[in-house]
């Protein structure tokens, strides 16, 4: 009897024929709460199986009752480009930008992951959005939905979509549509 494969392959995997794309997701501030500590910290674990990744955490920003809207999204994007690496491909994750069903994005990350030279660059902006600095340095920008949610909240929901993707690609049965 044929042996059945866990794991199949979908495509031409990224680490194929080249170096491995890493995947950053850059966010302000720390998760507070713990039931979304938990499930990011379960779906960045599943994660690693499949692509290198990291969670950047960009420290808040202090005395902004002192700051208008504007001047946050200044320093916020002050802190997210320095966050960046030269030759990164940066996707804002932002309300206005284009949004793709699951298989969709599945297949957009494995496009980015054949094309993109170092590092696919996610980033949750903070509670007034981007700077215009940030807008200019993205390639594009990417929509969970077109409802608002938490800061907190958009990191798990973008982490299990990326989960979702991965197994997608990998032909695996987390993936029901």
Do not use: W
């Not at 866990?6 to 080249?18: D, M, R, V, Y």
């Not at 949004?99 to 994005?105: D, K, L, M």
């Not at 054949?114 to 215009?132: D, E, I, M, P």
């Amino acid at each position: 009897m044929p042996r059945k494969h866990k794991h199949k392959s979908h495509g031409k995997k990224a680490s194929e024929g080249k170096k491995s794309v890493k995947i950053a997701l850059i966010v302000t501030g720390k998760t507070d709460a713990a039931y979304f500590t938990a499930g990011i910290e379960e779906y960045k674990n599943r994660l690693v199986h499949y692509i290198p990744f990291e969670m950047i955490c960009v420290p808040d920003i202090k005395n902004t009752k002192s700051l208008s809207e504007s001047q946050q999204k200044e320093k916020e994007g002050e802190l997210i480009l320095k966050a960046l690496c030269p030759g990164d491909y940066l996707v804002l994750l932002d309300e206005c930008g284009k949004e793709y069903t699951s298989v969709q994005f599945a297949s957009l990350i494995e496009k980015k992951m054949q094309t993109v030279s170092k590092r696919l660059v996610f980033v949750v902006g903070g509670a007034y959005g981007f700077s215009k600095a940030v807008y200019q340095a993205a390639a594009e920008q990417l929509s969970l939905s077109k409802m608002t949610f938490s800061h907190q909240m958009i990191r798990l929901l973008f982490l299990e979509q990326l989960y979702r993707a991965m197994t997608i690609l990998h032909n695996e049965p987390y993936h029901h549509g």
